[in-house]
Structures are given as structure tokens and as C-alpha cells.
């Protein structure tokens, strides 16, 4: 396998286990773990055969996309469509999805990589045995830029089905019936070699509307970084000889959002405070305000505070705005670079940005390389949103031989896309916005 040369924490050399021997058996591991519309109905994923992904999960909820792989960001998704049970045609959610940067900083300030756009991330597609794709289907990608241009197909994309667990549970106040349905979810990943790490890209789309989206870091820890003697590592050998040198994965995913159809959609944020109980009051007060987003917003997450993306075309059966939620799942902001400040940006679309940092593509004189540069003010008609989530790796004992798998990412809740939940069984469809007693 060739691997390009990009500096000594990532150059792979034969140490220890080979790639063959950590990859024998391996299956993948699971992730960290909603109308008729009034406008005109969002077009299901327009490409041929071999670039489309479409899944009816057992629950009744069909997901449609597209797909396309780059040099840089490797799998895009595009075209995402939604299609609960009970609707007439798919909600369209996403125009397209990608990473968009892996930053990879290291403690001792020795080096840090840009993964996507200057460390082989596309290049380094990974062929996957039928083992780490359980009952899916794995397509084999063309890798555009190939490291070996006489090899460039890949079994590389997997796509599958899996249960979550409980979708709802209820108990009817009779309690002569238990309502309860097991949540389906249909998974999209690829796994991506970086130096001794290998990354797990993962797009889980669940029967309930809700999309989520993250990266696994596996494979192996480097040896050439067990040299941490300045207090900035973790001894992982017998004593205090060997020291791995804490850093930091820094992930970025790039969201053009297209809620039915349209690129012209809103942004929302949400702020709640919580006063002292008024006079004579029994508990405390907590007021929540709207603020809309009408500018381009470099945006921290704070206790309460949450954003949405609005539809300005469809709505619910309720009359009611189709939007989706972003969720931030765990983060450790790494505060030593500026685009890494922030939790998520909205940028309004333009073509040329495409990366958080290190950005390839030229966007003309002066207009900077990295996402935070792109904040200036101007209106938000066509928003793109960027999604930080951070996390702080220092290496424990635990991390050899082979590396457990560490999440990180986030999720988009589905917020009155459809006028009950999708899920709903069809005793308790006629309770929307009241309460039969005896259910």
C-alpha cells in the first residue's frame, strides 16, 4: 500500500501489528449512541443507478440521496430526501453533505494537519471485507487522483440498515395496550486512511427523520509520537518510557441546506434564561427568545441556546414551517486557531468555499483560506452551515492494540416536518394536538 510522505507523526512504516492483521475480523462499530407540502413537491434524487442510495427502512420511512467522491473531502452526499410513511413525496432536506476539514493540532506545537487538503485523505479509501458492512451492500468507488492511477477502484462505500433501540414507548392510561416501536436506521460510511489513523465516516439517516453524522477515529497510534517527554503525552508502555503525544481532531462537515427543494432558507437561533421564581411563584421561570440569523453568523453553543434551519416554501399538515435542528454532540473547542474559535458558522453559498481551513479552491484577492474569513457580513439568503465538534485525545493504555474507535459529531432533528411523529401507530393517529383518555 502506498502512503504519501506528510511528516513524522503520519508516516506508516512497519511497526508492530501490520494493517492486515489490525483490519482481520473487524466489523464496524456503532456510532455515539417527522405532510403533505403546500409548495411543489422536492424532486427524489435525480442520477443514475450506480450513484444512488435509496432505503425503505422496515418502519415504512424511505431515504433517498445521491453520491459522488472527491480528492479532498472523499464521500459527498447530495439530493437528501426524506419520505415518511403517510406523505405523497419526499421532502427534500439537503442540496448536498461532506466533511469538510479534519485539523489535526498537536500538544508540543510540533505540527498540525489540515487531513482533507493536505495529509491523502480521499486518496487513502480503504477496501472493506463484507465482515464491516452487516447485511449491506458495499459499491466500489472510483478514487479521482489515485495514489496508484492503474488501481483507482475501491470496495470502499458501505450502505446498510441497523436497529437503534426504542424509537417511543407508551402505555395506554388503561394500561391494556403498550405502544412501542424499535427505531431502524439506514447507515452510509466509508473508512479513510490517514497516516497510522484511519477515519470512519458515517451518515446514520433514522426512520424518524433525524440525520446523524459522524467521524470514528481508529487504527493506530503512532509511534513516531512516543517521545511526549515534556509533559504534554500519556506513558502507554511498561513505565514511563513510552509517551504518546496528546492532540487534538478537530472535525468540520459542510451542510448546503435545500428544505423543499429551495436554497433560499432561514436560520434561527434560540436562547433561553432562567430567572429566580417570581413573587409568591413555586419554582423558577424560563423565557425563550427567537432571534433570527439575517446576517452570516460565527456562532457559540451556550447552555440553551440551539439554531434551526427554516423552510421559507413548505410547511406541515399543522401549517407549521418544515425546519431541521442542529444538535451538537460533544466538543472540546480547541481555542488555538481561528476558525477552530466557533462552534458552527452559517455562511451564505458561494462555490469556492469548500474547506474550514486550508481551503483549495480560489475564492479571489483577499478572501482567506479558512471559514471564519468568510463572515463578513453578508446577507443570508442561502445558508451553508459549518459544524465544528472537537475532541482532546490523550492516549490511555487502552488505545493499544488496535485502537478503539472514538466518536465524535452531531445530529439534525427533524422540527415540525411532518404534523405528528412519523412514527405514529395508526390507533393514536387522530390525536393531534389532544389527548384521548383510555388510549
Known sequence: MRVNNIGRARRRTAVGLSVAALT???TTAAGPAVAQPKAAPAAAADCSAAYKIEQTLATGTKWSMCWHYES??????ENVSYKPKGEAAPIRVLTSAKLAQIHVPYD?????????????????????APGECPGGTIKTVKVPDAWDPEHPNVKGLCTTTRSRGHAYRMQGDSASKVFQQQGKDLLVYTVNQVGWYEYITEWRFSDDGAI???VGATGSLSPGDYDAGDGRGWPIGKGAKSYATSHSHNVFWRLNFGLDGNSKNKVEQYDSVVSPPAANGEAPRNKTTRTPITKELAGDAKNMRWWRVVSTTGKNK?????????????TSKYPGRSYTKHDVYFTQYKKCEQFASNNLRNCGTGAGKSVDKWVNGQNLTHPVAWVNIGFH???RDEDQQPMPVHWQGFSLAPRDVTAM?????????DQNGQIERGS
Open 24 to 26: 482481520v475480523g473487524a
Open 72 to 77: 479532498e473531502a472523499g464521500l459527498v452526499l
Open 108 to 128: 508540543d506545537g510540533s505540527v498540525e494537519y489540515d487531513d482533507l487538503t493536505g495529509a491523502g485523505f480521499g486518496q487513502g479509501l480503504m477496501d472493506m
Open 212 to 214: 446523524n453524522m459522524n
Open 318 to 330: 399543522d401549517d407549521h414551517a418544515r425546519s431541521y435542528e442542529l444538535v451538537p454532540g460533544a
Open 393 to 395: 485525545h490523550v492516549a
Open 421 to 429: 411523529n412519523p412514527l405514529t401507530p395508526p390507533e393514536l393517529a
